[in-house]
Structures are given as C-alpha cells and as structure tokens.
C-alpha cells in the first residue's frame, strides 16, 4: 500500500524560510512525477512545484525565485525550500505522486496524480 507522508510545515514569519519533505512509501519504483500543491482557505488548492525523474521543474509562477523543489537518493523523496516567504504562501501543502507520463504544462494540475498525503500546515504571519 503506497503512503504519502509530508513533513515540516510549521509557523514563519514573513521573509522567513520553511523547509518540507515528503517521502512516499509502499512503492518499489521511481515515479514518474512528485510535487508540492496548497490549500489556503477561500482558495482552489494551487500546484506549487513539480519534479520528475530526469529533475525537470515546473513552478507556479507566484513561487518562481523564492522556492524550490529537490529530491534526494532516497527513493520517492522530495523536499520543498521556501524562502522569502509571504503571508500568501500560508496554506496547508500536500505532497502528490503520479506514475504515468505527461507534458509539463500539466505537471500542476492536481488531478493528473495518483496519490496523496494528508498535508502539512503553513502559516506565515508576524
């Protein structure tokens, strides 16, 4: 059974950093695609950042130059570096996976992903 765990969400104040991790467990191959969306009350949950297997990033373009999205040796690890950040950045963020191969310009559309955590919150107030 594949689970989503995401880690690190916590309180900031703005133009601090935030760091979240994500390690997907109960799945013997890469996949394809991993990546960061939010969910902030009043809001349409948002793709923050994406990665796939040959490391090709996509970011929504409020993020663009204060986040960024790496992952690591472990096997369906990811991580999301946040700086810089903004009270609009507040929201809880999930961490999502998919196996099947698609264009990037899809990559943060959330229903393209196959599974899902439970999320971290994050709020960035002073």
């Known amino acids: 059974q594949v689970h989503v765990m995401e880690s690190g969400g916590t309180s900031a104040q703005p133009g601090g950093s935030l760091r979240l991790s994500c390690q997907v467990s109960g799945y013997t191959a890469n996949f394809y695609c991993m990546g960061w969306f939010r969910h902030a009350p009043g809001k349409e949950r948002e793709g923050v950042a994406t990665?796939?297997?040959?490391?090709?990033?996509v970011y929504v373009d409020s993020v663009k130059g204060r986040f960024a999205i790496s992952k690591d040796s472990t096997l369906n690890t990811i991580h999301l570096q946040m700086n810089s950040l903004k009270p609009e950045d507040s929201g809880k963020y999930y961490c999502?996976?998919?196996?099947?191969?698609?264009?990037?310009?899809?990559?943060?559309?959330?229903?393209?992903?196959?599974?899902w955590g439970q999320g971290t919150q994050v709020t960035v107030s002073s």
């Open positions: 990665i796939d297997d040959e490391g090709d990033l």
């Open positions: 999502a996976a998919m196996w099947g191969r698609i264009g990037s310009r899809y990559r943060l559309e959330s229903q393209v992903y196959n599974y």
